[in-house]
């Protein structure tokens, strides 16, 4: 069991390293983006948060391939098993359905899971940051609100 934990933490730390290598990169950009004078704040503002969100998502898919690269090394899953689709099934915590990982490595599932979570929290919170800190630029050089009545 040592040996599944300290793989599982090894491979979370690669992913954590991606996700800060990523969010460093999405906020260096969206705050680029974010900054620039806009004839169009709503599709401004809209722009930033689906490139914020790409960018994300990549980073998670690169993560899910970690985790598939660690399974094919270790031998986490049985044989003939599509790698990738039970790294992606336990980093989104969907569950197990048609394949589980053989016993010898059945911590790595639960520390994947955790892992999804972790970054999948994060990413929430990245996005909430870059949306409130774009809506905060756009009020300080005087667009109107961004609400539903507004135009922009």
């Known amino acids: 069991m040592a040996a599944q934990f300290l793989i599982g933490c090894i491979v979370s730390a690669i992913n954590i390293m991606i996700h800060a290598l990523v969010t460093v990169g999405a906020i260096g950009i969206a705050r680029f983006a974010g900054f620039r004078q806009a004839a169009r704040p709503r599709l401004h503002l809209m722009v930033v948060m689906v490139c914020t969100a790409v960018a994300l998502m990549v980073a998670h898919t690169l993560e899910v391939f970690v985790w598939a690269v660690a ?10 098993s599509d790698l990738l689709y039970f790294a992606f099934v336990n980093y989104t915590t969907l569950g197990y359905g048609d394949v589980t990982p053989v016993q010898a490595w059945k911590l790595t599932g639960p520390m994947t899971a955790m892992n999804g979570i972790l970054m999948f929290g994060w990413s929430t919170a990245v996005l909430f940051e870059v949306l409130c800190k774009t809506l905060e630029y756009l009020a300080s050089t005087g667009v109107p609100r961004l609400s539903q ?3 922009g």
């Open 149 to 151: 009545s507004g135009r």
């Open 71 to 80: 399974y094919a090394v270790v031998g986490a899953a049985p044989t003939g």
